[in-house]
């Protein structure tokens, strides 16, 4: 094959790729259990299978002593230290959580901080917002001191639960209000409880009572009348400790206070003083790619407020929104800490007619909080880890009310999940904006879904990787990775779980597909690196902020990353899908990312000019805060298009009415500034040249194409199969683009379907082929008019990786050649089948710090068996006779076998003009890698199941080789894995049909 310079130069760079490309595995640690000489093999085992680092944490292993093995124990340090080590020492990055679990950052009960023992009384404690109700009829006294919240027995904590033991109260404030509707059971005659229901209240009569509260020797103490003209409630409220926990932990380990910046001094304090010894610290500098890593927050409340909060949280709400919120308190506390998209937040209290200053002051409490999150936690704790030479890492905000987007400034990674968004991508629309607004690498959390574990086969999790590369993922880290090896109570074959059983995946040596990982992961490191290159290219910015972005618990249907509702074509939050089938990439973050003065930048043509250069600004919510009006002011004066879009509706809750937005930027988001005032700015805006108002989201690809903003890879005809994702390198002058066929799963089996793909910029287009790093001039395109056209022609899941040499833009055009094939069908085939199933068990024994560790894991039986001269079939068609039928014993089927194929045959092959290539009608889903002649020719992309093979075969007698692996799924249907808390049903999953078939050589010339 003839070769340029640029060529060979883009060859040389994708033949391999660095460690540091390669995708991640999360991996889930039996605690400090495991052997030294375990752990040695794991870190070898993941270093050999072509991942690039590990993110590792301790996993709650039943029948291990935590107070053994558990986080901060010996053990557990001990096992820290060899892995971070045997990492770096065969160049994979690490990364470890802010503490026991993944769920917070948490801090044991043995460790003293200031001259307190930490605990959920100490300040550096995970805080709540309660309170105690007090019902009065008219005219009724209270007079005494204010009671306490009702004390509950236990919390829910972490996964194992916990005691609600916090001892003191904060007193905070006393609010009152005419009670209309109090809730079910609440007030003094059920010991002060909040109730059930939601009550209602006179919104007019919400009086602050805190300035006539005395203290005394018997607390804090009340004297208060109610009105006549009804029934009141009094509030009063308190802070105090979360008591949530997290483990395993050699100790109690509670969650640190995310309000307050007490709670990562302690934090950081506990490291340096019993986590960083100087021996970890160098590790740490000479690895280089060592983080620290938060995953989505599941913080907890308990109590009745709902209200994360902290000692300094009412003076900054003063401060940074103007006016005191204790009347308010009553309209804004919640059921729940947690925020999860399935179910509304039901609040304790409503008023009507109050519908506008409930939404704001909701809404200035959401702001609060996620400024102290991020300037008390994600700023100290980044800055803290740049100082030892490490990153932070994070899945910011969603599980609780904290904004997606403005934490993007103080994380060094930004993360979402295949989970928590199902890989949807106007979810992940939400996140990306802000990493790309920082130019943070943007990865995913890739591959946890409910009751799939041992099912899902290489075909789908290629394809899931290549939506997240076309929706701006660069980094995939995959959930997951365990040891075989775990505690022998708990320890079955084909591995110990490490994560819970429920929820998938393991990739490690107990799949088949392990055989072919090094080369599997090696195609996805070349996509991320070319996706690393330069800076990510955009087209439009959508402004929303979001305190409820959607995650968990999609609707039935809609609920993994197969079927999320942008496969179906709809959207969550523009819901229009004219702008994304023209080909224009957008993506979401607040205005609020607008006021950080020393990152942002703009001018006429683009906001964020040298990153994602975005060419026109879009608002579609009613709401907008005055500070960011005014920034946006400044924007358009420069000459940058800003266009406003009203009578847009968008879904931020499954169980919830839609929200419809009449008119964009026309209400004040806050209760600190009136709608008047928030006109006057946006009518300034709205009065310059270079801003546009349109009446809906339909509307705007027409104004988009009259204002010459076009798609910057534009389809020929709009286009419902298609994403993209582009990056330009500027020093370079190159410009990739990931392009994808993405309905993989509702779509398979669809018809190819051709289109033109005009990308901005001219310049010489070549194809890179993930799967071997060879590089190929694009057969047919079109240089000219700012402009690069290619044909392509693709099928659902299949991917094209296009460079675009922007130094040779000399205009031209290069037609198709027309092909014609010439097929040879392969029939006659040796079969081999290795069946993997149970061996016997290994326990492994080793003596550490005055005891003695024991773990267990099965070795895997592999049975040979064997038919010659065969046509291809699916294993579970494949006749179970004579030897075979003695090999697997009584009562086996074909349809239990799962573990890897092997086929042989030879042809007799002469030499035609054109390419030839080894085609496979199908493959089980499995990973197929092929031999000609002794030599690999490689991995079988998927979805295309074709390899080209011309360089391997020679005149005369040729001899084939295929190898195909399947998941584990028949073996475990036959071995009941629905009884072992895996999701599995008796209705799911179902025999799958593995192996290839139809095998044929097809030459195009």
């Not at 790729?17 to 052997?35: I, Q, S, Y």
């Not at 105090?240 to 997290?246: F, L, R």
């Not at 925020?339 to 704001?360: C, F, N």
């Not at 043509?605 to 608002?619: H, I, N, S, T």
């Amino acid at each position: 094959m003839v070769q340029n310079d640029f060529m060979k130069n883009m060859h040389e760079m994708f033949a391999t790729v660095e460690t540091r490309f390669k995708p991640d595995l999360r991996w889930w640690l039996a605690e400090g259990l495991n052997t030294d000489e375990t752990l040695r093999k794991n870190v070898k085992q993941i270093a050999e299978s072509g991942f690039g680092a590990a993110e590792f944490l301790a996993m709650p292993e039943p029948h291990a002593d935590s107070s053994i093995y558990g986080w901060g124990s010996d053990e557990w340090t001990a096992d820290t230290k060899l892995i971070m080590k045997e990492a770096t020492e065969r160049g994979l990055g690490f990364s470890l959580t802010s503490g026991a679990h993944w769920a917070t950052a948490n801090l044991p009960d043995t460790y003293t901080w200031g001259g307190e023992v930490y605990g959920p009384d100490h300040k550096s404690a995970s805080k709540e917002l309660d309170y105690a109700t007090i019902l009065l009829e008219p005219g009724e006294l209270f007079a005494g001191p204010l009671p306490t919240p009702p004390h509950p027995l236990s919390v829910g904590g972490d996964a194992h639960g916990g005691k609600a033991n916090y001892k003191v109260n904060v007193f905070q404030g006393v609010a009152a209000a005419r009670v209309l509707q109090p809730r079910y059971e609440c007030g003094q005659r059920f010991d002060y409880r909040k109730g059930f229901g939601t009550g209602v209240l006179d919104a007019g009569s919400l009086v602050d009572l805190t300035d006539s509260v005395r203290q005394t020797e018997d607390g804090y103490v009340l004297e208060y009348r109610a009105p006549e003209d009804g029934k009141y409630v009094l509030f009063a409220y308190w802070m105090h400790g979360t008591c949530q926990t997290a483990s395993p932990s050699v100790a109690t380990n509670y969650a640190i206070n995310y309000m307050d910046r007490y709670g990562i001094d302690a934090f950081k304090d506990y490291w340096e003083e019993n986590v960083l010894t100087e021996e970890l610290r160098e590790t740490i500098t000479r690895n280089g790619r060592g983080e620290i890593y938060m995953d989505s927050i599941e913080l907890q409340t308990y109590g009745a407020g709902g209200l994360f909060w902290g000692y300094d949280f009412k003076d900054e709400f003063q401060k940074r929104m103007g006016y005191d919120l204790t009347a308010y308190l009553p309209l804004i506390t919640v059921n729940r800490g947690r925020v999860e998209s399935r179910r509304p937040r039901d609040y304790d209290y409503t008023a009507p007619g109050a519908e506008d200053l409930i939404r704001r002051v909701r809404n200035d409490y959401y702001r609060v909080m996620s400024e102290m999150y991020v300037e008390n936690i994600l700023t100290p704790l980044s800055d803290w880890l740049h100082s030892m030479g490490m990153t932070l890492r994070a899945e910011p905000s969603y599980g609780t009310n904290f904004e997606i987007s403005t934490p993007a400034r103080a994380i060094d990674g930004i993360e979402t999940e295949s989970f928590a968004q199902t890989a949807d991508i106007d979810l992940y629309r939400g996140i990306s904006g802000s990493a790309h607004m920082y130019g943070r690498l943007f990865s995913s959390e890739t591959g946890a879904v409910y009751g799939h574990n041992y099912y899902f086969d290489m075909d789908t999790w290629t394809s899931l990787c290549y939506l997240q590369f076309a929706e701006g993922v660069n980094r995939t880290v995959f959930h997951g990775y365990s040891a075989i090896e775990g505690s022998p109570e708990d320890t079955f074959w084909p591995g110990h779980e490490g994560m819970y059983p429920k929820f998938s995946e393991r990739f490690n040596c107990r799949q088949p597909a392990s055989v072919h990982y090094p080369e599997w992961t090696m195609m996805l490191g070349r996509v991320q690196k070319a996706m690393r290159q330069g800076t990510v290219q955009r087209d439009l910015a959508i402004l929303r902020t979001d305190y409820f972005f959607v995650n968990y618990g999609k609707p039935k249907g809609y609920d993994d990353f197969r079927k999320g509702f942008m496969m179906f074509d709809q959207a969550y939050y523009w819901k229009d899908q004219t702008l994304q089938q023209a080909g224009y990439t957008y993506e979401y973050f607040s205005p609020q990312l607008l006021l950080d003065h020393g990152n942002v930048r703009w001018n006429a043509e683009a906001l964020q000019p040298d990153g994602p250069a975005y060419r026109a600004v879009l608002l579609y919510q009613e709401d907008l805060e005055l500070d960011c009006a005014r920034k946006l002011l400044e924007i358009a004066e420069s000459g940058l298009r800003i266009i406003f879009v009203n009578h847009n509706t968008e879904t931020t809750c499954h169980q919830a009415p839609d929200i419809y937005h009449v008119k964009a930027a026309s209400k004040s988001k806050s209760l600190s500034c009136t709608d008047e005032e928030l006109a006057a700015v946006v009518d300034r805006i709205k009065a310059l040249d270079n801003v546009f108002e349109a009446n809906s989201p339909a509307d705007v690809p027409a104004l988009l194409r009259k204002l010459g903003i076009l798609p910057r890879a534009m389809y020929g005809q709009p286009n419902n199969r298609i994403l993209t994702n582009s990056r330009l390198d500027r020093d370079s002058k190159r410009l990739y683009t990931f392009v994808y066929d993405y309905k993989y799963y509702v779509l398979r089996g669809a018809d190819p379907i051709d289109f033109t793909l005009s990308l901005e910029g001219e310049g010489r287009p070549y194809l890179i082929d993930p799967w071997n790093g060879e590089v190929t001039e694009a057969p047919a395109y079109r240089i000219g008019d700012g402009r690069t056209e290619i044909s392509l022609r693709t099928t659902p899941g299949e991917a094209r990786l296009i460079v675009l040499d922007l130094t040779d833009a000399a205009p031209c055009t290069r037609t198709p050649v027309g092909l014609s094939r010439k097929i040879l069908p392969l029939e006659n085939w040796d079969i081999e089948v290795e069946d993997w199933n149970e061996g016997d068990q290994v326990i492994n024994t080793e003596e550490k710090f005055g005891h003695v560790t024991r773990e267990a894991y099965y070795t895997t039986r592999k049975t040979l068996l064997h038919w010659s001269s065969s046509s291809l079939a699916a294993w579970k068609d494949l006749p179970l006779e004579g030897e075979n039928a003695a090999l697997l014993g009584p009562g086996a089927s074909m349809s239990h076998v799962s573990g890897i194929g092997r086929y042989d045959t030879e042809i007799d092959w002469q030499p035609a003009e054109g390419r030839t290539y080894l085609v496979f009608g199908e493959d089980g889903g499995g990973t197929v890698e092929v031999w000609i002649n002794g030599c690999k020719a490689g991995l079988v992309p998927h979805r295309i199941r074709r390899i080209d093979v011309t360089d391997y075969l020679k005149p005369g007698i040729n001899h084939i080789h295929v190898e195909a692996a399947s998941t584990l799924t028949n073996r475990m249907l036959q071995r009941h894995y629905e009884t072992k808390n895996s999701g599995w049903t008796n209705d799911f999953p179902t025999v799958q049909a593995y192996g290839i078939r139809d095998a044929r050589l097809e030459t195009e010339y």
